[in-house]
Structures are given as structure tokens and as C-alpha cells.
């Protein structure tokens, strides 16, 4: 069974940056897309990036784009989210997916696995 692992969420100043990790367990990750979402409480799941399975698809929500860079160290098993510029709309737990489809999308329900999440925080 998939397992995933978040880690590296933490309390930032606006303005701040935060790297998130997630750590794929029990099969090799190379053969799963990942996707970031992210969720506040009383709010829907949003989708914040998704790379795809061999790493040469690349997506941001709006929110994100340009502050933000996913990569993937299928030697690590490791998947990161680079963040900048944090703003308090950046406050959520985060959850890192896993699917089989080489190309995902920010279909919540494409993916099987989920992490435990890990909770960002912005605020001065």
C-alpha cells in the first residue's frame, strides 16, 4: 500500500517561503503523478500543483503560479513545493496526492493515496 508523507510545513511571515516535501513509501514513485491541494477548514480542497509522472508536466493553480515550483527526486522518492512570497490566503493544511495517470489533473478524485497533511500558517 502507497503511502505518503508530508513534511516541512511551518508558521512564515508574509513575504516568507516554506519548501513542503512528501515522501512516497512502499512503491516506487516513479510510477505515480503527484499533486499538491490544499484545504482550510469549512472550505472546499483546492488544488495548488500537480507534476506529472515522468516529471516533464508541470501545473499551478492561479493562486500560485509563479511563486511556485513542484519537482520530483524519484531517487529520494521525494516530490517538493517550492513557495514564496507567502500571503495569509496561503494558510492551510497541505496534502500531497498520488495517481497512476502519468498526466493528472486537479480532479481530487483521480487520486488514491493522500498524506496526512501538514499545516502552513502565514500570518505577521
Known amino acids: 500500500q502507497l503511502q505518503l508523507a508530508e513534511s516541512g510545513g511551518d508558521w512564515v511571515q508574509p513575504g516568507g517561503s516554506l519548501t513542503l516535501s512528501c515522501r512516497v513509501s512502499?512503491?516506487?514513485?516513479?510510477?505515480?503523478?503527484i499533486g499538491w491541494f490544499r484545504q482550510v477548514p469549512g472550505k472546499e480542497r483546492e488544488g495548488v500543483s500537480w507534476?506529472?509522472?515522468?516529471?516533464?508536466?508541470?501545473n499551478y493553480a492561479n493562486s500560485v503560479k509563479g511563486r511556485s515550483t513542484i519537482s520530483r527526486d524519484n531517487a529520494k522518492s521525494t516530490v517538493t513545493l517550492q513557495m514564496n512570497n507567502l500571503t495569509p490566503s496561503d494558510t492551510a493544511i497541505y496534502y500531497c496526492?498520488?495517481?497512476?495517470?502519468?498526466?493528472?489533473?486537479?480532479?481530487?478524485?483521480?487520486?488514491?493515496?493522500w498524506g496526512q497533511g501538514t499545516q502552513v500558517t502565514v500570518s505577521s
Open positions: 496526492a498520488a495517481t497512476r495517470l502519468p498526466i493528472p489533473t486537479f480532479f481530487a478524485g483521480q487520486y488514491d493515496w
Open positions: 512502499e512503491s516506487p514513485l516513479e510510477y505515480y503523478a
Open positions: 507534476i506529472s509522472r515522468g516529471g516533464g508536466s508541470t
